[in-house]
């Protein structure tokens, strides 16, 4: 009870630098791998054929670890460019090493990551022929360039997968450090097979962690393998505190990390995996501020681990996150202020999150219909008409101030107000996304999220059965008879704003605004666009838009009846003269007076509302 009123007063200000759930994606490929991908997509592997070659070329080991692996895994359910590739060029390292990688992610595709005791002995027969058939493969990725560390990164995974004697794997070892003494991902990949639930022990794992940080160079990524041992020792082993470890090793491994993640940037694609791993350790310890912190840095770059770990990977780091958030809010006193982020942005320096990812609902009502609707939500919206006259187009008004721009929920508040102000509706709202480019909606109605979708061109193509039942949704919730228009368009992840703007017009919605998707605030400048927001956040909004230069939006005017206006000059004098007769009264409830006074206090409100809601001139 005591920290509840805590969690309402601060929560919202400590989402500031916080990117909505809809913007965060899980393990996001970088500009030049995200190309790479969304050409695969299409069939051409020329641009994939020439990263890798960069990364060869320039030695880059780290790099194109990371560019081979999330090929690899694109090519795992769309291999048709990768045996293109093959197909032209068999002796090439970089397209052999894929298929080297790919062998393996195949393999384990069929295990799957379960326990060994809950896989049964068909998957375990193909687990092993699989990996059987990969032994060429990758002896052909080493001979095709035998100064490349890459290739025997896959090789330690193929040892422990094959379950490898220790003079096997300590000879790939060898080899892997032979030639980049100081390489992550062949370290990771060691680490994984002395852990103690493959071949190794919970010593041994630290052990080798804390020895190849100890020799790194400052800023080195070897300086988090010691809080990858924790998270597999504290969350995947599930050890308790009282274990054969000292805890303050692990105490250790998370210091270690700190100092490591300040070598980096906020937002730094390089290291969101490291801190990934360190909110949650930073969770587990209480220290909930510090984790805040790292969610912060983390930006919308989550990645798949350590929350695979737990569950669902991009869900459990949203509730973390949430937590975490709600954490620091109950644990801030009342009347105090909570720790500010390391680095609020201003407008002109905003996260790249903030101004890719942007929101606009398209709402099958009229405009005054939806305005009255939205009144009693918390987040100020802009509101303008339709093309064709009866749909309304809303998006977020944006606080100029950044500090004022928190929201109580980080899911798109967007999403959020469309569920406030559809509830006990029979219109319903489409939510439309820009995130990069990647375009998406959820279909709102009663204040449910009845459908989502996602169009990303460097993702494999959609499930048949899940955008069928998507499109089933849109098109009950529309009226459309013929669905396969619809399953067409969702299917492809191709040009992605021609897709979302062909679903626009086949659910005979008006046109987009050419502003939408090159600005947060695509309705700024409409011809009618109006602000609907409490009477605070109004004056508060105007005044920041003032002082910036900015000119402020309409404000939202109502025409009330006339019965209206009656009704309540009848009420108000009635109430008052009730409150005053009850005050001056010898009733020592008090309760028929307090009730008259809070009538009374009720009306005069609403008429206050409507005057300043009525239009002028």
Not at 72 to 97: I, K, Q
Request: net charge negative; with cysteine; hydrophobic share 45%.
């Amino acid at each position: 009870m005591i920290t509840y009123p805590r969690m309402l007063r601060h929560a919202s200000t400590l989402s500031v630098g916080l990117p909505p759930d809809e913007a965060v994606v899980l393990d996001a490929p970088d500009a030049p791998l995200r190309a790479a991908l969304t050409a695969a997509a299409g069939g051409d592997h020329e641009p994939a054929r020439e990263l890798l070659a960069a990364t060869r070329l320039g030695m880059q080991w780290e790099r194109r670890n990371t560019y081979v692996s999330a090929l690899a895994e694109f090519a795992l359910h769309n291999p048709g460019w990768l045996d293109a590739w093959l197909s032209a060029a068999p002796e090439d390292p970089d397209a052999v090493l894929v298929k080297a990688d790919l062998c393996i992610h195949q393999a384990w595709e069929i295990r799957s990551g379960a326990r060994a005791e809950h896989v049964s002995e068909d998957r375990f027969r193909g687990f092993f022929a699989l990996l059987e058939d990969a032994v060429p493969v990758i002896g052909a990725a080493v001979e095709l360039n035998p100064v490349d560390p890459v290739p025997w990164r896959v090789a330690l995974t193929h040892a422990r997968g094959s379950q490898a004697p220790r003079e096997v794997f300590d000879g790939y070892w060898q080899e892997a450090t032979a030639r980049s003494s100081h390489h992550f991902g062949c370290h990771a990949s060691a680490l994984q097979y002395l852990c103690e639930k493959w071949f190794g022990s919970h010593e041994e794992m630290f052990a080798f962690a804390e020895q190849a940080a100890d020799q790194a160079l400052p800023g080195s990524l070897l300086h988090a393998l010691p809080l990858l041992a924790a998270v597999e020792y504290a969350v995947v082993a599930s050890a308790v505190e009282d274990g054969p470890l000292d805890p303050a090793r692990i105490d250790a491994a998370v210091e270690r990390a700190l100092d490591l993640v300040a070598h980096y940037e906020a937002g730094d694609e390089e290291i969101a995996a490291v801190r990934n791993h360190l909110a949650l350790m930073l969770a587990r310890a209480g220290r909930w501020a510090d984790a805040l912190e790292q969610f912060r840095a983390v930006g919308v770059h989550a990645t798949e681990f350590p929350w695979a770990y737990l569950g669902d990977a991009r869900e459990q780091f949203l509730d973390f996150r949430t937590g975490v958030r709600i954490q620091v809010a109950m644990n801030t006193p009342l009347f105090g202020r909570p720790p500010r982020p390391v680095a609020l942005p201003d407008r002109a320096g905003a996260p790249a999150w903030e101004s890719e990812h942007c929101s606009l609902a398209v709402v099958s009502a009229t405009l005054d219909t939806v305005a009255d609707a939205t009144s009693a939500n918390s987040t100020p919206l802009r509101l303008a008409t339709g093309a064709n006259g009866w749909h309304t187009l809303v998006e977020v008004a944006l606080d100029p101030d950044p500090a004022r721009r928190g929201s109580l929920m980080t899911r798109d508040r967007l999403v959020s107000a469309a569920g406030v102000f559809t509830t006990r509706e029979r219109w319903t709202a489409l939510v439309l996304h820009r995130s990069g480019d990647r375009r998406g909606f959820t279909l709102v109605h009663n204040g449910d999220r009845l459908a989502e979708h996602q169009w990303d061109p460097a993702a494999p193509v959609p499930d048949l059965q899940a955008t069928t039942a998507t499109a089933e949704a849109l098109a009950r919730a529309y009226g459309i008879d013929d669905v396969r228009p619809l399953i067409a368009l969702l299917r492809g992840n191709d040009d992605a704003p021609r897709r979302q703007a062909e679903l626009v017009a086949a659910l005979r919605m008006p046109p987009l605004p050419e502003t939408f998707g090159t600005r947060a605030e695509a309705l700024t400048g409409l011809p009618g666009a109006r602000i609907v927001a409490r009477r605070k956040a109004a004056v508060n909004w105007k005044k920041e838009a003032g002082t910036s230069g900015a000119a402020p939006d309409a404000a939202y005017t109502r025409r009330r009846p006339v019965r209206w206006w009656v009704l309540r000059l009848l009420m108000l004098p009635f109430f008052t003269a009730l409150a005053v007769w009850g005050w001056q009264a010898d009733d020592v409830l008090f309760i028929k007076p307090l009730l008259a006074t809070v009538a009374a206090f009720a009306v005069g409100s609403e008429l206050v509302e409507g005057l300043r809601q009525r239009p002028r001139g």
